[in-house]
């Protein structure tokens, strides 16, 4: 079984450009989370969406942030106008069920702006 | 709000037992989970509690109080692979993780 998967592993954009990150959860995983990591910090909470619905976004920057996870095909976590401060690494992690399964964590997608 | 408190840095010896403790303040809390995260990498399952008590994994025990808004992770024998970031983070009951901010395991020899 294939685990979640990210890409690309690295991005580099420049200011004012915009950035797609893609996650495809584990098979049979229904329900998808996104989280951002600032060096040497934790993991911040940015938004969890099952099929075709978004179900928690309280960590998510209102302006330039969105993210969707369509009935086909992977989950798209997509900021525009790109800026220096959104350089991080953004992981996705997946869960066969909405409280008590484990979440799976993708090896995550490198942003860097300059 | 949700926030979790666990200490920055600790360091041990190989061979020795280590741990890493978190205090949390939460609402609608479901569980107390915890991963392991080398050099910034996939943050990786190592345990989770959902009842008051001891769970044990092979050297790894994750322990909690629900009373005391407190959880442990207990980890025995320790090796230089073990030398890695631990997080605490609380589930909730609608679904959403709150993450601490971490503890950097540091493993001599």
């Known amino acids: 079984n294939a685990g979640v998967m990210q890409n690309p592993r690295h991005l580099v954009r420049r200011r004012g450009q915009e950035a797609r990150l893609r996650c495809s959860p584990m098979?049979?995983?229904?329900?998808v989370y996104w989280y951002r990591q600032l060096p040497e910090e934790g993991l911040k909470f940015m938004v969890y969406l099952q099929k075709e619905n978004i179900i928690d976004e309280s960590g998510m920057p209102k302006e330039r942030f969105s993210a969707e996870f369509p009935k086909e095909g992977p989950s798209i976590l997509r900021i525009q106008q790109v800026v220096r401060g959104d350089s991080a690494a953004y992981f996705c992690a997946s869960s066969e069920d909405r409280v008590t399964d484990t979440q799976y964590f993708g090896p995550g997608t490198r942003l860097t702006v300059l | 709000g949700q926030s979790l408190e666990q200490p920055s840095e600790v360091t041990a010896v190989e061979g020795a037992i280590v741990q890493i403790n978190c205090t949390y303040q939460t609402s609608g809390f479901y569980g107390l989970s915890w991963y392991q995260q080398h050099d910034g990498g996939a943050p990786t399952f190592l345990s989770y509690n959902a009842l008051d008590g001891l769970e044990e994994t092979g050297r790894f025990s994750s322990f909690l109080s629900r009373s005391d808004s407190y959880g442990y992770l207990l980890l025995q024998e320790l090796q230089m692979k073990d030398s890695a970031s631990y997080f605490c983070?609380?589930?909730?009951?609608?679904?959403?993780?709150?993450f601490g901010d971490g503890t950097t395991l540091t493993v001599k020899p």
């Open positions: 983070a609380v589930r909730s009951n609608a679904g959403k993780s709150t």
């Open positions: 098979k049979g995983h229904s329900h």
